[in-house]
């Protein structure tokens, strides 16, 4: 950082003023504080990290790409997932299949439960129905 008058990067602190630190210049005594703080991400770096998430790429490796803190990516995601507005269906769902899920329990070798999602089309929520089977189920295989 150097002094806005005389371009000298000798200086030393000196309070603060409004939340930033001060600066004293010892060539010139000219006072300053810095124009932005040193924490703060250009808009570009913060589209950047919008986009590599978009793509993908996780919290940490963004952070470590840009070199910015992964809790920072998070939050920055987090208030851009806020302020986005999904298109709604005016239409309701009649039917809400879920694919292959019935075959998928049936191809574990214990079964801890099995479920079925419902939804109320009238009041907008869902619910999940579920069911507790401790038994083992039979192999696939056709042995007994």
């Not at 210049?25 to 998430?53: F, H, I, N, P």
């Not at 986005?84 to 809400?96: F, T």
């Not at 299949?97 to 009238?122: C, F, N, P, Q, W």
Request: glycine fraction near 10%; include cysteine; charge should be positive.
């Amino acid at each position: 950082m150097k002094c806005p008058k005389c371009k000298e990067s000798n200086y030393c602190k000196d309070g603060v003023v409004g939340g930033r630190q001060r600066y004293q210049c010892k060539a010139c005594g000219y006072r300053y504080t810095v124009e932005q703080k040193s924490d703060v991400k250009s808009t570009d770096t913060k589209r950047l990290a919008l986009s590599m998430y978009l793509e993908g790429v996780g919290f940490r490796a963004i952070g470590r790409i840009l070199n910015i803190s992964y809790g920072t990516v998070y939050q920055w995601v987090k208030k851009w997932g806020e302020q986005v507005v999904l298109p709604q269906n005016p239409e309701g769902a009649a039917v809400v299949e879920l694919d292959e899920m019935h075959s998928y329990v049936r191809s574990k070798k214990t079964a801890v439960g099995y479920g079925l999602l419902l939804i109320d089309l009238e009041s907008g929520t869902s619910l999940l129905s579920l069911g507790i089977d401790p038994q083992k189920l039979e192999s696939s295989s056709g042995k007994k």
